[in-house]
């Protein structure tokens, strides 16, 4: 008789087998943990995507299921110094340093000298972090970059870097994102009991941490943290192109539309989600939107990837708050990605409505969101190899559930349902006609 561990191992073994006979068929050894990241022509292939995804879904749940609770608890508890260790080393410029040592490493004396952190706690931080598979110890207190720590490192040298620390995570996203995580998400969080239990006493656990009335938009946006605004654009632009770029054009249907109807990026940052549409669907007009100070980074953002498409003004920036009637009318498509979920019901549908009193008969609104699926059984979920968890555990769902964490902490915002955001359309005049499934979902709506 199988039982559930045996079932969980064997899901484990069988997708083993199947990424190694993979890369054996390609003549290319698996990726080691132990060497910094090399592309391989496997990386995107979807079925071993899905395989990876399966064998990580069963192995959290058999380390759920065989480690003792206690065990558990205590690691969950502690999580938030990975979060914490993380902001660290990419802040003290830890995995530059070591991508010029290469596979021999360096000792945290050595990494002291550069970066002038106390030798002994960089050794603590950098073997917390070894220990969970990010960084090598290669001997005692000498640490080198291994296949994770490897995409912390920076796109500047670290002459650059220190000539100008401001624009330090100019060109690196990930590094931006776990920075930003390790400083507003992480004090945030800090508050979110206090918050999820005081209803009304404040706008976000946010608010509390950094005592502002702000949202953390409009704080991003105050003198001091013009440094901060201009990180977290670089981790948007980023966040963008992780997505292929087939969901923005599938979404927003660019081919059906007529030459130079007009596309409004509302809230679009720099603009990077336009600039996928604007490769493909050249015949379009583009309007991006954003607040002063993303729009000032969207400036030399386009003037160094597309700056014919400014000339000709086939792309436009526009400063515009959206919670002011949208100057913009009667545009063929308004397109929202990773927008709404960072407003609560209330003040989403504050934007729709804007939006709505704008469009013309014609218009379609596209939001482009994550969905959140539960982690129990629910009718016209895909079937899931048993016993794993429904939405596949942290393999599923786990980057969706993080975001709406983070969004519940930092802007009371939350990742929706399909039913939710259906809602949100009927409350605002606009009829959800369309859901089209993928790493984002898109959402079209048309004016009703
Ligand atoms: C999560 S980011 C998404 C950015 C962009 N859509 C993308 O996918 O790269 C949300 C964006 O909303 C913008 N935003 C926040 N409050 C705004 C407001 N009141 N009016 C216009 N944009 C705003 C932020 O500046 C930020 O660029």
Sequence with gaps: MTTPLAELAQLISSGVKTLEDAYTKQGIPFPSLDAPFQPTPLDFDPALFQTAHLIVAAASQLIATVRSPMETVQAYAASMHVTSTLGFVVDADIPDVLRDAGSKGLHVKELAAVNGVDADSQARVLRFLATR???????????????????LVKTKSLKEIKAD??????????AAIVASTGDESLKASGYLSEFLRNPGADLSAFNTAFKTPATMWEWREEPHNVWRARRFAVGMKGGGDMFPASIFTEGVAGDKLPADALIVDVGGSVGSVTLKLAKVFPHLRYIVQDLQKEITEGEKFWASSAPELLASKRVQ???HNFFEPQPVKDAAVYFMRVVIHDWPDVTAKEIMANTRKAAGANSKLVLFDCVMPYACVTPGAPPVPSPLLPNLGVAGAGFVTALDIEMMTVFNGKERTVDEFRALGEATGWKLEEVKPGMLFAFVFSAC
């Excluded at 960084?135 to 994770?148: D, G, L, M, Y």
């Design 133 to 151: 598979h990010v960084f090598k110890e290669v001997a005692p207190n000498t640490f080198a970059n291994n296949r994770v720590s490897s995409l």
């Design 165 to 174: 620390p401001e624009a330090k995570y100019d060109g690196a996203p990930v």
């Design 317 to 319: 920036l526009q400063v």
